[in-house]
Antibody, heavy 119, light 107 residues
Framework: QLQLQESGPGLVKPSETLSLTCTVS??????????WAWIRQPPGKGLEWIAS???????YYNSSLKSRVTISLDTSKNQFSLNLSSVTATDTAVYYC???????????WGQGTMVTVSS | DIQMTQSPSSLSASVGDKITITCRAS??????LAWFQQKPGKAPKSLIY???SLQSGVPSKFSGSGSGTDFTLTISSLQPEDFATYYC?????????FGGGTKVEIK
C-alpha cells in the first residue's frame, strides 16, 4: 500500500528557504505512470496546488509561486522535495505531498506538515 | 489559468438530508474534475474523479455529474461522518486549481 510522508522544519524565518521532503513507501517514485505533487493550505483557508514533477524531471509550477519554487526528485531515496525561497508569513501553511496518476486526479496524499514562517 | 467557482461556500443540513454542491469552471474542462472530502486536521480524501467515477472504497451515497463547465457533487442521506469540507479540483491541464471549498455543517 503506497504511503507518502512529509518531513522538514516546522519553523522557518522570513526571507529564508523552506525545504520539505516527501518520502514514498510501498511503491517506486520512478514510474512514468505518476506525477508527484505539492499542495498547501494556509490556516483556515482552501487548498493551493504548488508544483508537480514526473520521474523524467519534467516540472510544472503554479505561476504565482514559480519564481520562488523548485520541485525535485531523488530516485535513489524514493523521495521528492520542495524548496520555496524568500518566504514570508503568507507562506505559513500545512504542506501536503500527493500522487497524481497520469491523466487522473490526485489520489493519495501524505498526512501534511505544518510550516510556520516567523522570526 | 482555469478558475473553479464552488457554491455554496457553506451549508447547514440535517442527518438524512440530501445535498448538492456545485463547481463551475471558467472554461471547458471536459470531465477532468475531481471531488475531495476534508475533515479538520486531516488530509483531503479523494471521492470522485473524471466527474462521476467513484474512487475505490467510497460509498455510493456520493455521486458526481457534469461535464464541460458545470459539475455537481451529491450526497444522499447525510450521516454524521459526512460533515466536512468538500473541494473540487480541475486537472484538465496544468496549473491544477481547486474550488474554494464548501463546508457542510450540522443543522
Amino acid at each position: 500500500q503506497l504511503q507518502l510522508q512529509e518531513s522538514g522544519p516546522g519553523l522557518v524565518k522570513p526571507s529564508e528557504t523552506l525545504s520539505l521532503t516527501c518520502t514514498v513507501s510501498g511503491g517506486s517514485i520512478s514510474s512514468s505512470t505518476y506525477f508527484w505533487a505539492w499542495i498547501r493550505q494556509p490556516p483556515g483557508k482552501g487548498l493551493e496546488w504548488i508544483a508537480s514533477i514526473l520521474y523524467t524531471g519534467t516540472t510544472y509550477y503554479n505561476s504565482s509561486l514559480k519564481s520562488r519554487v523548485t520541485i525535485s526528485l531523488d530516485t535513489s531515496k524514493n523521495q521528492f522535495s520542495l524548496n520555496l525561497s524568500s518566504v514570508t508569513a503568507t507562506d505559513t501553511a500545512v504542506y501536503y505531498c500527493a500522487r497524481r496518476p497520469n491523466g487522473f486526479a490526485l489520489d493519495i496524499w501524505g498526512q501534511g506538515t505544518m510550516v510556520t514562517v516567523s522570526s | 489559468d482555469i478558475q473553479m467557482t464552488q457554491s455554496p461556500s457553506s451549508l447547514s443540513a440535517s442527518v438524512g438530508d440530501k445535498i448538492t454542491i456545485t463547481c463551475r469552471a471558467s472554461q471547458d474542462i471536459n470531465k477532468f474534475l475531481a471531488w475531495f472530502q476534508q475533515k479538520p486536521g486531516k488530509a483531503p480524501k479523494s471521492l470522485i474523479y473524471a466527474a462521476s467515477s467513484l474512487q475505490s472504497g467510497v460509498p455510493s451515497k456520493f455521486s458526481g455529474s457534469g461535464s464541460g463547465t458545470d459539475f455537481t457533487l451529491t450526497i444522499s442521506s447525510l450521516q454524521p461522518e459526512d460533515f466536512a469540507t468538500y473541494y473540487c479540483l480541475h486537472y484538465n491541464y496544468y496549473p491544477l486549481t481547486f474550488g474554494g471549498g464548501t463546508k457542510v455543517e450540522i443543522k
